[in-house]
Nanobody, 114 residues
Framework: QVQLVESGGGLVQAGGSLRLSCAAS???????????LGWYRQAPGKQREFVAQ???????NYADSVKGRFTISRDNAKNMVYLQMNSLKPEDTAVYYC?????WGRGTQVTVSS
């Protein structure tokens, strides 16, 4: 069974940066490399929302709220997907989840203080 494990969250001041990582286990690199991958987030009391997506070919798509500040990337050799988050805002506070055609992981908490 494929497992997704997110890491890299933490507490940061507004304007700061964090880099989230997501490791996929239980899947071959060849299969991982052809899958679309993404990041979602869920703030307290809110629905889970889309943040960013990267295709198998490396094309990216972002929510308007993070465009220009966040960058999604992947390393198919390591079965990893990343989210570089810059110029963080308090409204970015949420649990962040990576996403693929597999069960959700537990997420990683990002807290941005004002």
């Amino acid at each position: 069974q494929v497992q997704l494990v997110e890491s890299g969250g933490g507490l940061v001041q507004a304007g700061g940066s964090l880099r989230l990582s997501c490791a996929a286990s239980g899947i071959s690199r060849s299969i991982f490399s052809i899958k679309y991958l993404g990041w979602y987030r869920q703030a307290p009391g809110k629905q889970r929302e889309f943040v960013a997506q990267i295709t198998s070919g490396g094309n990216t798509n972002y929510a308007d709220s993070v465009k220009g500040r966040f960058t999604i990337s992947r390393d198919n050799a390591k079965n990893m997907v990343y989210l570089q988050m810059n110029s963080l805002k308090p409204e970015d506070t949420a649990v962040y989840y990576c996403n693929g055609p597999w069960p959700w992981g537990r997420g990683t908490q990002v807290t941005v203080s004002s």
